[in-house]
């Protein structure tokens, strides 16, 4: 599974942006996922959506984030935008099943910049 990730932006707090990563290749049955790392800091679940369409997300997102997928093509719809959410995000794919730890996912697309500012 190969993954491309695009969205990148600079958008200021209280502000909306939507990422998009799509996974070429045989994606059926995997679990899609995001992750985000800051500078300085370890890789952060973001929010999973399973093949099921069964959803997870991370208590800071919640409420702020959506995470849609459309067969091969995950989306994170980003509102309410705050500083803190400024990192490089990542999307992941794995067939484990709803996982929220990186070590659990096998691959990754490049990461998109989401920069917030206040």
């Known amino acids: 599974v190969q993954l491309q990730a695009s969205g990148e932006g600079l958008v200021q707090a209280g502000g909306s942006l939507r990422l998009s990563c799509k996974a070429s290749?045989?994606?059926?049955?995997?679990?899609l996922a995001w992750f985000r790392q800051a500078p300085g800091k370890g890789r952060e679940f973001v929010a999973a959506t399973s093949w099921s369409g069964v959803t997870e997300y991370a208590e800071s997102v919640k409420g702020r984030f959506a995470i849609s997928r459309d067969r091969g093509t995950v989306s994170l719809a980003m509102s309410n935008l705050k500083p803190e959410d400024t990192a490089v995000y990542f999307c992941?794919?794995?067939?484990?099943?709803?996982?929220?730890?990186?070590?659990?996912?096998?691959?990754w697309g490049q990461g998109t910049l989401v920069t917030v500012s206040s």
């Open positions: 992941a794919a794995q067939r484990i099943g709803l996982e929220n730890g990186p070590e659990n996912y096998g691959y």
């Open positions: 290749g045989r994606s059926s049955g995997y679990t």
